[in-house]
């Protein structure tokens, strides 16, 4: 089905600002190339340490006193200046094309294409860019919390040797990102998706000559691979039975296939297939923790507030078919609901600040595919919006805390883990900025109002809850198990997940920023705030994780409220509907309330409770603590989910690569049929030609004879 | 009697052709050669019973060519062994490459 | 001559057969290369017999002149030129599984052949009634020969006169001693 070119070319936002929308991904590109040449260049004046530092940026030599030269890259003014540079600059072209998107209220998407791309027989899928509300918010957040991470980034990898490196692969995630969220077609979308898990695997394997963080990239790349199998799947089913590609001729399209069958269920659930896979949830989830093993503004802004929401968009992108499956929905919120309450248990033993904040978002990324998974694509994609920021800002904070500690750590030449919570505590007095911001992230998180994180967790809640009467899913049956049970079960893991998430999160501060400090006498005097240029990006963030709700409030609220839900009206509104039967979810104004007061009484319940039960004084540096032991042990091992991976999955493919793959078909049947066979087949002819050529006259008296046997036999047979 | 004859000639023709195919001594493979001749001018002989004299005349070309052949063929022989002291076919591989 | 189909002749045409055969299969496996020759000649005797008998006088008679007289007497002279009279010297045959080959190589020709011969060619090959050529009867034998060869098939008979100097001619040159005068 070829693309509605007719819809661009009599669109109302044709020969606007709108056109110049292709600056937008471009941008970043270029800042990668000029990024990625710089970086090729021998710079002299290495820092002291090359890639070879492990994780922490720490580097393995003699203790050195306060002041030793930390040379930066010869160009790190450059990168400074053009990697955020070109992210500011993609920012306000993508403002300005909101601004004329908001201004026209147009109904159909904008399609620019850019150049022919895919051309064979029935298949035409140009590259294109859409401009429609929903890409043009994930644009603005990619690029807005992109830039500021960017600029934090200056600061915090300002001792990196590879100071270029870091910020052409940055860039490049950026651009392949911007792919993903404005591509007009599944291929496109595609393509970002692909670049956006190479760019992860390069990022998180950043210090590549530690093997373990190679491993982690690969591990986060390989499972990432997982769920584009079924990505691809799903693009094929869609293909073969709908006959386009495009998201405008997938709308239009999808009405033909038949409601909640399995043709649609299926391509559904092979797209959910690859969300798991890139956003991190059941059971494809393993890889994020690991990735903590990047440089924190990496997984500030690929697994926090980016790349892992990749998964969230394409469902409320292919809201049409969500919505005719009420199966594939189901799925979608079950997992995700799943996954929510999952993560939060692990989150509540773990030490090291970063995998917190990991498990924190394969938790909250639950709560987003519950929204979408719902017919709540607003909702959904509203808390996508406000986890960004908090999430964004709590990662980045950290960022700030790890900074602080690799500082001290580096003045005395200790090497113990600067990540690792018990080793912190009482930071507050030191880093009053940071402490105060991640308070913000935190009641943000934990979702007590009047702060983002409410409004957004609230929103889904609600949702679930409105949908268990009245929808398509409640009527629908799961596995046997009806559906408006099967919401009801999710409202409530919902709703624990809450009160766990309100748990670690306090938690989390508390060791960090409260109470007496473990980190060491000599290492104490050194703690000191971040500088500026990693400051105020958090200051941002912080502002931006207070006032956010404003963007999506109640609807008893009135006046300007569910500002996001009407906005994304013309592109998932249709589809909500055909979830909730054709008129809008809502609930009685006293049920709401109800909903809001238990919401809100369990997440400060949790505060409550994680203030009293946890004493900070009790804790002991990381060096000196003991192994732990029962539930603990099994919620800090994860619940050993990375050892039954490796035992069921990766021992037997390893193994089977090694004799099948291996030893049989590579060095026994290409190396020794092919190759060497070739090579012996040849000696053979040459060997068989050479004792022809003999010189001996005998020879020669044979093959005559046996010349004549031939002729005589074509004689006969002819 | 003719049908007999030309059996006959086939199998004289076989065995010298075995003959040619089997000796290492190049004077005998010579000889081996002239036994295919012979068989051959036993088959012209055969068949002239049907067609005419033309077949003996044929035989009578047969026999001196065969007689030319053998002079130069020997005299051959006789140069290469006058050069290498040897008619062993296998040590005689100056056509070599 | 007796008929072709009375007993007389039948069986003389099959003991020369025979004999030519089992002369030919001798000559064939005998290490000393003088027996071999001597053997050919035995052949050649057969043949001769065989031609007589197959109404070619001439042939036969010039059978035993020139090729058993004259060509298997100047292979003679080689062979005892060069002195190769010793048994096992240089008369081994080839191998073992040489000698399996070639039994097989000639087994295949003679199928071959006869398959040939009585497929193909099986038209035409009934004895007329009475024989083709005939002339005036005091011709002779000889004549039933000159005249074509003279008439006829004149050209090739110069032509081969010609190659017989040139064989004369290059058998001296090759054979001449080098160096010698």
Known sequence: MLLQEAAGAAHPLSGTFAEWIWLVPILPLIGFVVNGLLSLLPATHMGPADPSADAHGAHETQAHDDHHAVARHRYARIVSLVGPLVLGLSFAVALGVFAVVAGMQAEAPFVKTLFPWLVAGGLNVPAALQVDQLSMVMTLVVTGVGFLIHVFSVGYMQDDPGYPRYFAYLNLFVFFMLVLVLGASYPVLFVGWEGVGLCSYLLIGYWYSDKANADAGKKAFVMNRIGDFGFLVAMFLLFANVGALDFVGVNAGVGTLEEGGAVITAIGLFFFLGCAGKSAQIPLYTWLPDAMAGPTPVSALIHAATMVTAGVYLVARSAAIFSLAPVASLTVALVGAVTTIFAATIGLKQWDIKKVLAYSTVSQLGYMFIGVGVGAYAAGVFHLVTHAFFKALLFLGSGSVIFAMHRAFHHTGSHEDAQDMRNMGGLRRYMPWTFALMWIATLAIAGIPPLAGFFSKDEILASVFARTQHSTLAEATWMGIPGSALLLVIYVLGLAAAFLTAIYMTRMMIYTFHGPNRSGDAERQHLAEAPRVMTIPLVVLGVLSAVGGVLNLPSFLGGASQALHHWLEPVTGAAALNITHGEEAHLALGTEMILIGVAVLIALGGMVYAYARLKPTALVPKADAREASGIERVLEHKYFVDEAYDRAVVRPVVGLSRTVLWRGMDTGLIDGLFVNGSAWLMRSLGWLGARLQSGQVGTYAWVLVIGVLAVLGAFSFS | ?97 | MPATSSLFYQVHFYLFGLLAIASAIAFVTRRSPVSAALWLVAVMFNLAALYVMLGAHFVGVIQVIVYAGAIMVVFLFVVMLLNLGRDGELSDFRGRWGRLAAGLVGLALLAQVMALARTRFVTGLQVPAAPVFGGPPDRGAVGDIAAPLFTEHLLAFEVTSILLLVAIVGAVVIGKRRGAA
């Open chain 2, 1 to 97: 009697m003719i049908p007999e004859a030309l059996a006959l000639s086939a199998v004289l023709f076989t065995i010298g052709t075995i003959g040619v195919l089997t000796r290492r001594n190049a004077i005998v493979i010579f000889m081996c050669v002239e036994l295919m001749l012979n068989a051959v001018n036993l088959s012209f002989v055969a068949l002239s019973k049907l067609y005419g004299a033309t077949g003996q005349v044929f035989v009578v070309f047969v026999m001196t060519v065969a007689a030319a052949e053998a002079a130069v063929g020997l005299a051959i022989i006789i140069a290469i062994f006058r050069h290498g002291h040897t008619v062993d076919l296998k040590n005689i591989n100056l056509l070599k490459g």
